[in-house]
Nanobody, 113 residues
Framework: EVRLVESGGGLVQPGGALRLSCAAS????????MSWVRQAPGKGLERVSV???????WLSDSVKGRFIISRDNAKNTLYLQMNSLKPADTAVYYC???????RGQGTQVTVSS
């Protein structure tokens, strides 16, 4: 069974940092293009980062210079390091297997003082 489980969200003050994890099972993460998307309250899904099979990455302008997407092939886990967090980053974050659009249950990130 293909499965994605996100973790690492929480409440953080503006300027703080969090690292999100996405544990993948049922497929080889290193051979798959993956994405992090987020959904802020009352808004649609926004793609924030992508990593392809070759390891090349893309970041949206809204997070460029602050977020880093990476993966640990040995652990079959995707990460999103989020630095210099802003209240506008508050959202539920999901990892997505792009080939199937499968996503996990999401993890809540709240940036507030």
């Amino acid at each position: 069974e293909v499965r994605l489980v996100e973790s690492g969200g929480g409440l953080v003050q503006p300027g703080g940092a969090l690292r999100l994890s996405c544990a993948a099972s049922g497929f080889n993460l290193s051979a798959s293009a993956m994405s992090w998307v987020r959904q802020a309250p009352g808004k649609g899904l926004e793609r924030v980062s992508v990593i392809n099979r070759a390891g090349s990455t893309w970041l949206s302008d809204s997070v460029k210079g602050r977020f880093i997407i990476s993966r640990d092939n040995a652990k079959n886990t995707l990460y999103l390091q989020m630095n210099s967090l802003k209240p506008a980053d508050t959202a539920v974050y999901y990892c997505v297997l792009l080939a199937t659009s499968l996503r996990g249950q999401g993890t809540q990130v709240t940036v507030s003082s």
